[in-house]
């Protein structure tokens, strides 16, 4: 059987303001699998008058970016808790996570460290926490679309969880053409590509416009640059079997139609997202790394969409999207070997965007740390505390 992934249902895209919170129609529930053709309607996303753009506390706003001005040398860049925990060995780093193991538990300590380009390019104050605690939430509200590998989190930058094989692909689900790194779908659309991933892309699309269907770009996992990858091919180079990626793709697409829901309750787009998936010693599919954080996913504001779009202007995006283009803009991040520094005043709004996000989404107030001690220092005892009752 030729495998291809299969849309998931468009979200309702009527922005409509109610009280003083966007409010979005019901979604109607992922049908299975089958083969796709873009050959629908495209839908179109009402546009939202100025007034129910999501609201910004000015002085919480310049708070955040005076303690993130402050923070930038205290960044966490680097870990060694195999020094100073117990029981624990350094298994990898990644580009933001460092990774232990111990006896049948991972311990992930997401770093400050900001990626793009397969390379990392600055660390960003409070990065870290922001990204594990946003993780950590949607982990819990979608766990009746699959269960995950979270243990617990002892600490504000750490996620323990049980020890999974790995399946080397990355689940990349897009609502959108967008993007501006080598795989993204516009720099492949733009190309001329219209065969990607198993999928039939339309003619006459534009950038950042709005995909018939949502559609899954898998991608295999590599050291240094992740590759485009076919669902005929994932399972002809043995990186799944068939029945194991038609069981994924179906869960990687519901996921994103209910991220899709979430985000346009809260006045936002999910653009595009990765997901990535293991099976425990049981050999149970478990949903891994991260989920729908603005490093693994674009969002956007969902109010200015249709008229930004229109007039031919970037989406207001919440996510690392301008610090890519930043860098685009100044030097070429694939080839060049020494890149300009970030400027802190690009740092600080990144880390704004990455706490605007995660309080926008989970309706809670980000606490900024105080700095009583180091925050390695804090990581180990806490996991040395946690360790301890496994």
Same mark, same amino acid.
């Given at each position: 059987?030729?495998?291809?992934?299969?849309?998931?249902?468009?979200?309702?895209?009527?922005?409509?303001?109610?009280?003083?919170?966007?409010?979005?129609?019901?979604?109607?529930?992922?049908?299975?699998?089958?083969?796709?053709?873009?050959?629908?309607?495209?839908?179109?996303?009402?546009?939202?008058?100025?007034?129910?753009?999501?609201?910004?506390?000015?002085?919480?706003?310049?708070?955040?970016?005076?303690?993130?001005?402050? %923070?930038?040398?205290?960044?966490?860049?680097?870990?060694?808790?195999?020094?100073?925990?117990?029981?624990?060995?350094?298994?990898?780093?990644?580009?933001?996570?460092?990774?232990?193991?111990?006896?049948?538990?991972?311990?992930?300590?997401?770093?400050?460290?900001?990626?793009?380009?397969?390379?990392?390019?600055?660390?960003?104050?409070?990065?870290?926490?922001?990204?594990?605690?946003?993780?950590?939430?949607?982990?819990?509200?979608?766990?009746?679309?699959?269960?995950?590998?979270?243990?617990?989190?002892?600490?504000?930058?750490?996620?323990?969880?049980?020890?999974?094989?790995?399946?080397?692909?990355?689940?990349?689900?897009?609502?959108?053409?967008?993007?501006?790194?080598?795989?993204?779908?516009?720099?492949?659309?733009?190309?001329?590509?219209?065969?990607?991933?198993?999928?039939?892309?339309?003619?006459?699309?534009?950038?950042?416009?709005?995909?018939?269907?949502?559609?899954?770009?898998?991608?295999?996992?590599?050291?240094?640059?992740?590759?485009?990858?076919?669902?005929?091919?994932?399972?002809?180079?043995?990186?799944?079997?068939?029945?194991?990626?038609?069981?994924?793709?179906?869960?990687?697409?519901?996921? %994103?139609?209910?991220?899709?829901?979430?985000?346009?309750?809260?006045?936002?787009?999910?653009?595009?997202?990765?997901?990535? %998936?293991?099976?425990?010693?049981?050999?149970?599919?478990?949903?891994?790394?991260?989920?729908?954080?603005?490093?693994?996913?674009?969002?956007?504001?969902?109010?200015?969409?249709?008229?930004?779009?229109?007039?031919?202007?970037?989406?207001?995006?919440?996510?690392?999207? %301008?610090?890519?283009?930043?860098?685009?803009?100044?030097?070429?991040?694939?080839?060049?070997?020494?890149?300009?520094?970030?400027?802190?005043?690009?740092?600080?709004?990144?880390?704004?965007?990455?706490?605007?996000?995660?309080?926008?989404?989970?309706?809670?107030?980000?606490?900024?740390?105080?700095?009583?001690?180091?925050?390695?220092?804090?990581?180990?005892?806490?996991?040395?505390?946690?360790?301890?009752?496994?």
């Amino acid at each position: 059987m030729a495998l291809s992934p299969s849309p998931s249902p468009s979200p309702a895209t009527a922005v409509k303001r109610q009280k003083s919170s966007l409010k979005t129609p019901f979604l109607p529930s992922l049908r299975r699998l089958a083969r796709f053709s873009m050959s629908a309607p495209q839908p179109r996303l009402a546009v939202a008058s100025r007034a129910s753009c999501l609201s910004v506390d000015a002085g919480h706003r310049e708070d955040v970016l005076a303690a993130a001005r402050a %923070f930038v040398p205290k960044c966490l860049s680097e870990t060694h808790l195999e020094l100073t925990v117990p029981g624990l060995k350094a298994k990898a780093r990644g580009k933001v996570r460092d990774i232990y193991e111990g006896k049948g538990y991972m311990v992930l300590v997401t770093t400050d460290r900001q990626s793009a380009f397969d390379r990392v390019l600055a660390s960003i104050p409070f990065k870290g926490q922001v990204l594990n605690k946003t993780s950590i939430w949607w982990f819990s509200k979608t766990e009746h679309i699959v269960p995950n590998a979270v243990i617990c989190s002892p600490d504000k930058n750490v996620t323990i969880a049980k020890k999974c094989s790995v399946f080397p692909v990355e689940f990349v689900v897009r609502g959108f053409v967008t993007g501006s790194t080598d795989t993204s779908l516009w720099t492949v659309y733009n190309s001329g590509r219209r065969h990607y991933c198993g999928n039939i892309l339309p003619d006459g699309m534009k950038k950042n416009q709005k995909l018939p269907a949502n559609i899954l770009t898998p991608t295999t996992k590599e050291t240094n640059h992740d590759v485009p990858v076919s669902p005929d091919e994932i399972v002809k180079m043995g990186l799944m079997t068939e029945d194991e990626y038609l069981e994924v793709s179906s869960k990687a697409m519901r996921l %994103f139609e209910y991220g899709q829901q979430v985000a346009l309750d809260h006045g936002l787009l999910l653009v595009d997202t990765k997901y990535e %998936f293991g099976k425990d010693s049981d050999g149970n599919i478990l949903l891994i790394d991260e989920v729908h954080t603005p490093d693994s996913s674009r969002y956007w504001i969902a109010s200015s969409y249709q008229e930004r779009f229109n007039a031919c202007l970037e989406p207001e995006n919440v996510d690392k999207e %301008f610090l890519r283009l930043w860098f685009k803009d100044h030097c070429n991040p694939y080839e060049d070997q020494v890149l300009p520094d970030a400027p802190e005043d690009l740092i600080c709004e990144l880390a704004w965007r990455y706490i605007f996000l995660y309080e926008t989404i989970t309706n809670s107030k980000f606490q900024i740390p105080t700095m009583e001690e180091s925050i390695h220092d804090r990581i180990s005892r806490k996991v040395s505390e946690v360790l301890e009752s496994l």
